[in-house]
Nanobody, 126 residues
């Protein structure tokens, strides 16, 4: 059974850090482009970061460049999103997703992604 499970969300003060994890079962994460997305109340789901399946190329939304870092641990079949210097506008439910139909490079649009986790809440507030 294909499954993605996110963890690591929580409440953090502005300027704080969190590391989100996306653990896969039923398939090998390294074989697919993996993306992190977020959705705030009343807003559309947006791509935050992604990592390609071939050379591990990474991409970031302009809003998170310089303070989010995506990485992959193939041995643990897990992708991480390190989030530093968090801001209130980073508050959202964060999802990871795998793009079964893409080969190699990833994209920040949610449409090609076929497997989704259940999401983890990140709240940045003082």
């Amino acid at each position: 059974q294909v499954q993605l499970v996110e963890s690591g969300g929580g409440l953090v003060q502005p300027g704080g850090s969190l590391r989100l994890s996306c653990a896969a079962s039923g398939f090998t994460l390294a074989h697919y482009p993996i993306g992190w997305f977020r959705q705030a109340p009343g807003k559309e789901r947006e791509g935050v970061s992604c990592i390609g399946s071939r050379d591990g190329s990474t991409y970031y939304a302009d809003s998170v460049k310089g303070h989010f870092t995506i990485s992959r641990d193939n041995a643990k079949n897990t992708v991480y999103l390190q989030m530093n210097n968090l801001k209130p506008e980073d508050t959202a439910v964060y999802y990871c997703a795998a793009a079964k139909g893409l080969v190699g490079l990833c994209v920040l649009s949610p449409s090609p992604y076929t497997y989704w986790g259940q999401g983890t809440q990140v709240t940045v507030s003082s």
